[in-house]
């Protein structure tokens, strides 16, 4: 089976921590994940459409590619955060990759984004979105193999920010040759977490496989 | 159940569309490297190479050329696509790159036809969402076969020559039969894998 791990660290401005977190259990891959692997597997025969952060149902262009250009990583790794500010919110970093948002209410299947997102930025209630970057090597501990990403968040708003849920948005679908960012997982928190203003969160994903 | 990602199989033998076994619904244990290789490589646009079921690692070019990931619905005799059986009984390991001892499709001694496979529709409910691969064998040999091992292969592209895209067979999934499926001349065995994303 496939199963995937969360683990929220909060840091202060000096990188020191002030909550180490422990690694639980992500219980919410949604449907978008299983359509989206209905996609692979089907490639051009079969097509199903997912849907996108928008609540728009996406479906293949006429080359048969269903979804292009996906992925979880952002792609910024340089972590030039403020190059998202001027782009096209359909298609910058920003919305692609680790996510959170303040909302807490239960994760159903057909959930298609966060609840309440907290965007890039430095108004109230937002955060700095650094690139989510990951790790390109398989791990491999037998039986089991794992892949990794992170993404780093600051609290530049002036004021605090209470973290419910977080999640995977991949650039996942692909009309044409414009990709559509798509919720293929989400969690609620078991608890929230407070983040202050100046102060960092380090989210991290850990997909494993179990043979 | 478990959050995640979870793999079922199950299967049907008939006979002149008599039904012999009706099996029960088996947990499939084993997505394999190949499958975790393609999955990285295409939500991360990482290029880790991937061994493909020759054991010829197929490095990517270029991002452009992950065309088709994993498609998995083989055609009419195809054993290079979709759910194969063999008769291997070796127990799985994360690296396998494909079945132990795969099947070959014909009607020659040790061989079964392979039909096309079926993709069904997704499924959703308030728990899950989930589809299923559904190929029906049949055993035209003059014999009787065991079935110790099933899997899925993916066609994967790699390189473009020639304004085609160039493909080849990885293995995503590997399990040995929890029960062996004996399969006597004339009868068929229609296996379903599950694949089902649960919260």
């Known amino acids: 089976m496939l199963k995937a791990y969360y683990k929220i660290s909060k840091f202060s401005n000096h990188f020191k921590y002030k909550i180490k977190g422990r690694k639980y259990l992500s219980r919410s891959f949604v449907c978008n994940l299983s359509r989206w692997f209905y996609s692979y597997f089907g490639y051009s025969t079969y097509t199903y459409p997912l849907v996108d952060v928008s609540g728009t149902n996406r479906t293949n262009s006429s080359s048969g590619i269903l979804i292009g250009n996906n992925t979880f990583v952002s792609g910024y790794g340089d972590c030039v955060y403020t190059s998202y500010i001027s782009e096209n919110l359909a298609t910058s970093g920003d919305f692609f990759g680790i996510v959170l948002g303040i909302g807490t209410a239960a994760v159903i299947p057909t959930d298609d984004n966060m609840q309440t997102r907290i965007m890039h930025g430095t108004s109230s209630g937002q955060l700095i979105h650094f690139g989510t970057f990951a790790n390109p090597v398989i791990t491999v501990s037998s039986p089991n193999l794992s892949i990794s990403l992170g993404r780093l968040f600051l609290n530049s708003s002036g004021g605090d920010i209470v973290v419910g849920e977080s999640g995977l948005y991949s650039g996942g679908i692909s009309v044409g040759s414009t990709p559509y960012a798509v919720c293929m997982a989400r969690d609620v928190l078991s608890s929230t977490v407070t983040v202050s203003d100046s102060e960092y969160l380090l989210v991290t994903y850990t997909i494993q496989v179990t043979a | ?199």
């Open chain 2, 1 to 199: 159940m478990v959050p995640g990602i979870n793999l079922y199989y199950d299967y049907v033998i008939k006979e002149n569309d008599k039904v012999i076994k009706k099996s029960r619904k088996y947990v499939g244990k084993s997505f394999v490297k190949g499958f975790m290789t393609t999955f990285m490589n295409t939500v991360f646009l990482s290029s880790e190479s991937v061994v493909d079921i020759t054991n010829t690692a197929r490095v990517f070019a270029f991002s452009t050329y992950r065309y088709r990931d994993m498609e998995a619905v083989g055609g009419l005799s195809s054993t290079s696509e979709g759910i194969v059986v063999g008769t291997g009984t070796n127990a799985v390991d994360a690296s396998d790159y494909k079945l132990q001892t795969i099947i070959a499709s014909g009607v020659g001694s040790g061989q079964l036809q392979y039909g096309a496979e079926v993709l069904g529709a997704p499924t959703e409910d308030a728990a899950s969402g989930y589809f299923v691969l559904t190929r029906t064998i049949t055993n035209g040999s003059g014999g009787t076969i065991t079935i110790n091992e099933m899997g899925v292969y993916g066609s994967h592209s790699y390189d473009y020559t020639g304004a085609n895209f160039v493909l080849c067979s990885v293995c995503l999934i590997r399990d040995v039969l929890v029960s062996p499926i004996t399969l006597n001349n004339a009868q068929n065995v229609t296996i379903n894998y599950t694949i089902k994303v649960t919260i």
